[in-house]
């Protein structure tokens, strides 16, 4: 299932869009899409139901906002230098364990949102990335499979990122990951049972109309499970909970001089196969 929020922000409703791209309204069925949703089977299952006999209300998306498609997110966990070729266009060697940093839930926005520049900066960068949502309570998991079945859906995920916040400024990498807006977010959350091997997706970002990223999941140091299985050594996943997995090779910051950071007025779009695409038109903060 394609599972969305729509609706002006703050105020968005739970809605499905169904394969015949018609948007559907499940907010007589669920009160939101979030973890409490996603944990629950039977929940689901009446979604499913509902959406396979026609039952679901029509909604006319004309003009209709689509707001991130996860509620009430718990934790949003990264996960940096997760791809060989990015790995090797700055440098840097690529890690033995998975680098972990975080997001605060509030910097995610929608998938076609404003993006704001923060004040000061001169270096806000672009990262196209596979976002993994939980589905269930994941905790000292001990295999790749296993990490693999707590996970309830992937979505498109836009780590925006100011590289001398993040690298020049002393301390971690938090400074240059959590400024507003840094995380949008969508458009669906596509179920599991619709990606059958997230390590065969195919990643693009493009810029003013430019292809800068063209990279695939099958590139990743730690894949999807293996992702999850280590995080959940660290720390409790709940459902609810992100995981953004690393983005591939052609960022800014792989660039040559002068590299081509992001600017007000820059479009930034990106796709992830089958889990949709986001547009962002960059202002000033």
């Not at 929608?110 to 704001?116: E, F, H, I």
């Amino acid at each position: 299932m394609k599972l969305l929020r729509v609706g002006t922000a703050g105020r968005e409703r739970p809605a499905l869009l169904d394969p015949d791209g018609t948007l559907r309204d499940l907010s007589g069925l669920v009160a939101d899409i979030d973890g409490t949703l996603l944990a629950d089977e039977d929940a689901l299952g009446r979604i499913r139901s509902a959406a396979a006999v026609g039952d679901l209300p029509a909604l006319d998306a004309t003009g209709l906002r689509t707001g991130p498609p996860l509620a009430r997110i718990g934790k949003i966990v990264c996960i940096g230098l997760n791809y060989h070729d990015h790995a090797r266009e700055t440098g840097a060697e690529p890690p033995a364990e998975p680098v972990i940093f975080f997001k605060a839930p509030d910097t995610v926005v929608g998938p076609d949102d404003t993006v704001l520049i923060p004040r000061g900066s001169v270096k806000t960068d672009w990262e196209v990335e596979l976002a993994v949502v939980i589905g269930r309570t994941a905790r000292y998991l001990e295999s790749a499979e296993e990490g693999l079945t707590h996970v309830a859906g992937y979505a498109v995920a836009h780590d925006v990122s100011e590289r001398e916040f993040q690298t020049e400024r002393g301390g971690t990498w938090d400074k240059g990951k959590n400024c507003e807006t840094f995380n949008p977010l969508g458009p669906w959350l596509v179920t599991a049972d619709e990606v059958p091997d997230p390590q065969n997706l195919s990643l693009r970002l493009w810029v003013n109309g430019e292809l800068k990223q063209d990279g695939t999941t099958a590139e990743q140091i730690f894949p999807v499970g293996e992702v999850v299985r280590y995080v959940s050594r660290f720390m409790t996943l709940y459902p609810g909970d992100v995981v953004n997995t690393g983005t591939p090779a052609g960022v800014a910051m792989g660039r040559p001089e002068p590299k081509p950071y992001l600017r007000a007025g820059d479009v930034v779009e990106l796709e992830v196969t089958g889990l949709g695409r986001q547009r962002q038109v960059l202002a000033q903060a």
